[in-house]
């Protein structure tokens, strides 16, 4: 199968310190409908990495392909567009819009990416419904326990059916029974909606529900 995702010996330098490198030699190949557990310290880049695939941040040396297009050759505007479409991404601090409503929140990709309006009202409600939060619909993010923003925050990463999930801790803010709902969901995305998810998680528990695990530092990937 031709890979989503590839990720050939990227590097990034410290931010605060830059004859360091943060990580060096980051390769990895992502299929269609991939669910990779990245499991790693605090502090070794995990986020930075995720930053880097989504093209919110720029790697300091290597390359990436994503449904075969050399990320490199892309502009801002470019990978912008990419981003919309093709990605969802869950962040470690939700990055909720406080100037929108719950329902808002959940909504925008859809709405960033012009897909059917008539549509858009049954998808927000069914991804409430799952994740708990349909009684929040019309709250403000400043109202909610981080429990419910970061169930927004996966609700929003999902709701444009991207073909790549970047899910930074996603349910490190959640008891176990709502970090089941959101792994099922997760899980759920790569079966019937044929996206890949790149689930970056401290628990043990949560990376046992992806189909491979790899543990992240210095030097890269290793399988676990
Ligand atoms: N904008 C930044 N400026 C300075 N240092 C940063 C910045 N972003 C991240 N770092 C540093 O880079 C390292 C990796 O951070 P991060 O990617 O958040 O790691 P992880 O997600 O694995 O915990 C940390 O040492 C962090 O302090
Ligand atoms: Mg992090």
Same mark, same amino acid.
């Given at each position: 199968?031709?890979?989503?995702?590839?990720?050939?010996?990227?590097?990034?330098?410290?931010?605060?310190?830059?004859?360091?490198?943060?990580?060096?030699?980051?390769?990895?190949?992502?299929?269609?409908?991939?669910?990779?557990?990245?499991?790693?310290?605090?502090?070794?880049?995990?986020?930075?990495?995720?930053?880097?695939?989504?093209?919110?941040?720029?790697?300091?040396?290597?390359?990436?392909?994503?449904?075969?297009?050399?990320? *490199?050759?892309?502009?801002?505007?470019?990978?912008?567009?990419?981003?919309?479409?093709?990605?969802?991404?869950?962040?470690?601090?939700?990055?909720?819009?406080?100037?929108?409503?719950?329902?808002?929140?959940?909504?925008?990709?859809?709405?960033?990416?012009?897909?059917?309006?008539?549509?858009? +009202?049954?998808?927000?409600?069914?991804?409430?419904?799952?994740?708990?939060?349909?009684?929040?619909?019309?709250?403000?993010?400043?109202?909610?326990?981080?429990?419910?923003? +970061?169930?927004?925050?996966?609700?929003?990463?999902?709701?444009?059916?991207?073909?790549?999930?970047?899910? *930074?801790?996603?349910?490190?803010?959640?008891?176990?029974?709502?970090?089941?709902?959101?792994?099922?969901?997760?899980?759920?995305?790569?079966?019937?909606?044929?996206?890949?998810?790149?689930?970056?998680?401290?628990?043990?528990?949560?990376?046992?529900?992806?189909?491979?695990?790899?543990?992240?530092?210095?030097?890269?990937?290793?399988?676990?």
């Amino acid at each position: 199968m031709t890979a989503l995702l590839v990720l050939n010996n990227l590097a990034k330098r410290l931010p605060g310190d830059p004859q360091r490198w943060l990580f060096r030699d980051a390769s990895l190949n992502i299929a269609p409908t991939d669910f990779v557990a990245i499991m790693g310290e605090s502090g070794v880049g995990k986020s930075t990495l995720l930053n880097i695939i989504a093209g919110l941040d720029r790697p300091d040396a290597g390359h990436m392909t994503f449904q075969g297009q050399a990320l *490199d050759t892309l502009d801002d505007d470019a990978r912008t567009l990419l981003r919309r479409r093709h990605m969802g991404f869950v962040f470690q601090a939700f990055h909720l819009i406080p100037q929108l409503t719950v329902e808002e929140n959940i909504a925008l990709p859809w709405r960033l990416n012009a897909l059917p309006r008539r549509e858009m +009202q049954q998808r927000v409600n069914l991804l409430a419904k799952r994740l708990g939060i349909s009684g929040h619909l019309a709250a403000w993010p400043r109202e909610l326990s981080g429990g419910e923003m +970061q169930r927004v925050a996966v609700a929003r990463a999902v709701v444009h059916r991207p073909s790549l999930i970047l899910a *930074d801790e996603p349910t490190g803010s959640l008891d176990a029974e709502s970090a089941k709902t959101v792994l099922s969901l997760l899980r759920e995305a790569g079966e019937e909606e044929g996206a890949a998810v790149l689930l970056v998680t401290h628990s043990v528990t949560a990376a046992g529900w992806a189909q491979r695990r790899l543990r992240f530092d210095a030097q890269g990937f290793r399988s676990l």
